[in-house]
């Protein structure tokens, strides 16, 4: 089974090692790197204190904020490149349906990460690689999903996935977007004051992505899957994929900002974590059922 329709393969593979190198480096840099600095106070556009981290490559950005970055970095270092760099090697061994939306699901996980420190990290010397980092997935993703022989998956699935149960699991996940973020984004509203952690940001890229793209997609996706539309199968596997990975990453942020002595109360853990882990599990178990069934096929 062919799911190629292009020969853009060679482009593809070139830009995901691309993107396994700029990873590296930025999340790398981003762990390892220091100048020797310490946490300073400013004074924000708002009239606010805010602590700054004050060393390595995240010196300007908030001392909150660098624990965040830390642990998304740590994630992408040590589960993301290693899943993307076997799923390249994978598609360039063979050439299947199950590889090509492995690697196409994958990729997407690293524009996801390339648009929060493209738009959300306060600009540093690595500013180019993030753009780079962002440009390359971007274009390897469209790559990815253009060159896939949608009718030829359609043929593949049928009616042997749990539709049931991936329905829910969408719309939980849509839904579970808008109750972790959209309450802090009401309350500033009705206060008439900034995010309460907007630091010294413009803006939250996290709100944008998740609310603006991830929830609306999960939507879209259940509308595909439910016509039985090839596109929706790679959606899934897209949305299955990153809420893993998310599963991951958060907990690990959290470990850094309570290493740091940062409390976080219990009902961010339960609206801002503990969801989203009990998601990722579920989304562990549909991609594992999902991957088997293309294997059978």
């Given amino acids: 089974?062919?799911?190629?329709?292009?020969?853009?393969?060679?482009?593809?593979?070139?830009?995901?090692?691309?993107?396994?190198?700029l990873s590296v480096v930025a999340t790398a840099t981003g762990l390892f790197y220091t100048t020797g600095g310490a946490p300073f106070d400013i004074i924000n556009q708002y009239g606010d204190s805010v602590k700054m981290y004050g060393d390595g490559i995240y010196a300007r950005d908030s001392f909150f904020r660098v624990l965040i970055f830390k642990g998304t970095d740590l994630t992408i270092l040590v589960v993301g490149v290693p899943m993307?760099?076997?799923?390249?090697?994978l598609d360039l061994k063979k050439k299947t349906v199950k590889r090509r939306i492995l690697l196409?699901?994958?990729?997407?996980?690293f524009?996801?990460?390339?648009?929060?420190?493209?738009?959300?990290?306060?600009?540093?010397?690595?500013?180019?690689?993030?753009?780079?980092?962002?440009?390359?997935?971007?274009?390897?993703?469209?790559?990815?999903?253009?060159?896939?022989?949608?009718?030829?998956?359609?043929?593949s699935i049928t009616n042997v996935l749990p539709y049931k149960g991936i329905y829910a699991f969408l719309a939980v996940t849509g839904i579970a977007?808008?109750?972790?973020?959209?309450?802090?984004?009401?309350?500033?509203?009705?206060a008439?004051?900034?995010?309460?952690?907007?630091?010294?940001?413009?803006?939250?890229?996290?709100?944008?992505?998740?609310?603006?793209?991830?929830?609306?997609?999960?939507?879209?996706?259940?509308?595909?899957?439910?016509?039985?539309e090839g596109l929706g199968y790679m959606l899934l596997s897209i949305l299955l994929i990153i809420c893993m990975v998310m599963g991951i990453m958060?907990?690990?942020?959290?470990v850094f900002q309570v290493a740091a002595g940062i409390a976080i109360p219990l009902p961010v853990l339960i609206t801002k974590i503990g969801i989203f882990v009990v998601l990722?599990?579920?989304?562990?178990?549909?991609?594992?059922?999902f991957m088997r069934i293309l294997q059978q096929r």
């Fill in 192 to 228: 008439g004051r900034a995010l309460a952690m907007i630091e010294v940001y413009t803006t939250e890229p996290t709100y944008v992505l998740d609310m603006g793209i991830i929830s609306p997609l999960a939507f879209s996706c259940l509308f595909l899957l439910r016509k039985r």
């Fill in 111 to 155: 524009l996801y990460y390339a648009s929060n420190i493209v738009f959300g990290v306060t600009y540093n010397s690595l500013h180019l690689v993030y753009i780079a980092l962002f440009s390359s997935s971007l274009f390897a993703l469209i790559i990815a999903m253009s060159g896939m022989d949608y009718s030829e998956l359609e043929k």
């Fill in 280 to 289: 990722a599990v579920f989304a562990a178990y549909f991609e594992i059922r």
């Fill in 250 to 254: 958060l907990p690990v942020q959290t």
């Fill in 104 to 109: 196409a699901s994958v990729i997407a996980l």
């Fill in 177 to 190: 977007l808008f109750i972790a973020w959209l309450p802090d984004i009401i309350s500033a509203l009705l």
């Fill in 84 to 89: 993307l760099a076997a799923a390249t090697l």
């Fill in 1 to 21: 089974m062919n799911p190629m329709k292009n020969n853009n393969v060679n482009v593809l593979h070139i830009l995901s090692f691309l993107i396994i190198i």
